[in-house]
Nanobody, 126 residues
């Protein structure tokens, strides 16, 4: 599975961006896809995840109510709609996919995901 992330850019605080992650290859093996982010000088952190089959979604508390993760099975693409952006949302955003089943308690863990895309930079100015 190959993942291609796009959609990052510069936006003012309060603005919106939509990230995309296009998957190619053995898509039928995907069980979940997720977004993580890494701010300068910080560790990579979980943002949101979506179970590919059920569409169930889960979010980090820091983005709940502002970000929405979704997927389009036909286009093999995952999205992250980011609204009410804050300067602290500035980071490289990475998409990830898992071809294994993941129990609920491990959906937010990096090691649960098998494939990673390159980062797309989101910069939120104050």
């Amino acid at each position: 599975v190959q993942l291609q992330a796009s959609g990052g850019g510069l936006v003012q605080a309060g603005g919106s961006l939509r990230l995309s992650c296009a998957a190619s290859g053995s898509i039928f093996r995907i069980n979940a896809m997720a977004w993580f982010r890494q701010a300068p000088g910080k560790e990579r952190e979980f943002v949101a995840t979506c179970r590919w089959g059920s569409g169930n979604t889960y979010y980090a508390d820091s983005v709940k109510g502002r970000f929405t993760i979704s997927r389009d099975n036909a286009k093999r693409t995952m999205y992250l709609q980011m609204n009410s952006l804050k300067p602290e949302d500035t980071a490289n955003y990475y998409c990830a996919a898992a071809n294994r089943g993941i129990i609920l308690g491990r959906l937010r863990i990096e090691d649960s995901y098998d494939y990673w895309g390159q980062g797309t930079l989101v910069t939120v100015s104050s």
